[in-house]
């Protein structure tokens, strides 16, 4: 009974984790913007263009935050070896 009560609560290490994950991204995130705009500005980038730049990088976040979690699993083997050999 306690085995299958466990199943659909996350545990405490899973939680943190997100937390984790969502602070990085987020802390990733501001990071890139404040380059971005660094880089127009020493660029002399036009409005328009920044603009521009603008929307294209927070469809990328937003792209990031939903694939993030994803590319952090370990990857599945292709195959698996066997000892029977």
Do not use: C, T, W
Not at 6 to 16: E, T
Not at 23 to 41: K, P, T, Y
């Amino acid at each position: 009974m306690e085995k299958h009560a466990m199943k659909g609560r996350k545990s405490h290490r899973q939680v943190l984790h997100k937390i984790d994950l969502d602070r990085m991204l987020e802390i990733l995130s501001a990071f890139d913007r404040g380059v971005v705009e660094l880089s127009m500005g020493l660029y002399n980038v036009s409005r328009h263009d920044r603009m521009l730049m603008r929307q294209q990088n927070r469809r990328l976040h937003r792209a990031l935050r939903r694939g993030m979690p994803g590319l952090l699993k370990a990857p599945k083997p292709l195959f698996e070896l066997s000892d029977s050999l």
